[in-house]
């Protein structure tokens, strides 16, 4: 069991969830990019049901994708920072790691999804940098 707490950009949401992590996967499919903005998703799954909103439970908002059996994004109203979802049909809860203002238990396990991702999508290759490179 972990338990994993975060929020969202703007802060005014914040959650609590305990369970244990079944998963933690880059997602580089077409619908995680759209909604992340990004080049992938970072998701942790976790086997609970349960979502404790600390503060901010009013502001949570919910879009699900018509032409998807599960696709969601749950969000920030405020901010627009994707948040926790359950998926009642499967019993799990899916943590975007980048609101985490914990530790996960464990590292990204896999890239999923690869078969859609974007050229630019992590090039693993790439110099890193702590900050901005200088100049
Ligand atoms: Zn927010
Ligand atoms: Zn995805």
Request: aromatic share 12%; proline share 6%; net charge neutral.
């Amino acid at each position: 069991m972990t338990n994993y707490q975060g929020s969202c950009l703007c802060g005014q949401i914040s959650y609590n969830i305990t369970g244990d992590t079944l998963s933690f996967y880059h997602c580089h499919c077409r619908r995680c990019r759209k909604m992340t903005g990004t080049g992938h998703a970072s998701n942790l799954r976790v086997d609970t049901d349960t979502i404790v909103w600390l503060t901010g439970a009013e502001l949570v908002k919910s879009y699900r994708l018509p032409e998807a059996s599960r696709f969601r994004n749950d969000f920030c109203s405020a901010c627009g920072t994707p948040l926790p979802k359950y998926f009642s049909e499967v019993g799990f809860v899916i943590i975007p790691a980048g609101t985490l203002d914990s530790e996960p238990e464990m590292q990204p396990q896999a890239r999923i999804f690869c078969g859609s991702r974007s050229s630019w999508s992590c090039n693993d290759s790439l110099p890193t940098f702590d900050t901005y490179p200088a100049g």
